[in-house]
């Protein structure tokens, strides 16, 4: 039988959610549930390619990693002033529960050709949807 909240009951849970997508402590970490954000390090390598090293500990593939990966990517062209990025290749290592990416994108105003695109405003407001920091 389903049961219906009242405000009151909703707004702890809400908070306890907002807190649980709250910096840890530490460096440029972000601690979403079981799996916690290591930051993530961005470098132009030309004007319109980009290289990311980003960390994630916890989860069970290397699904939270490429998916961070992304996001930070996505908000970077955001950032930069542009509106799609194309995925290159990202290598994962993994020791223990941490997963360490190095991923390459290029950076795009248009749509770029390939089947790897991002379109970066999508994907920042998807990222938002599900607690996935953009740095």
């Excluded at 807190?19 to 799996?35: F, M, N, R, S």
Aim: hydrophobic share 45%; charged share 20%; proline share 4%.
């Amino acid at each position: 039988m389903a049961r219906l909240l009242s405000l009151a009951q909703l707004v702890p849970a809400s908070l306890a959610g907002l807190v649980a997508c709250a910096p840890a402590e530490g460096a440029g970490t972000q601690d979403v549930g079981a799996v916690v954000y290591g930051g993530v390090e961005t470098r132009l390598l030309d004007s319109d390619l980009v290289n990311l090293h980003l960390s994630v500990q916890g989860g069970q593939d290397d699904t939270a990693v490429t998916a961070y990966a992304g996001c930070a990517v996505a908000q970077f062209a955001l950032d930069h002033g542009f509106g799609f990025v194309r995925h290159v290749r990202t290598t994962i290592e993994k020791k223990g529960d941490i997963r360490r990416a190095d991923a390459v994108y290029t950076l795009s105003p248009a749509l770029p050709r390939g089947l790897r695109t991002i379109d970066a405003e999508v994907t920042v407001a998807d990222c938002a949807d599900q607690g996935i920091p953009t740095v």
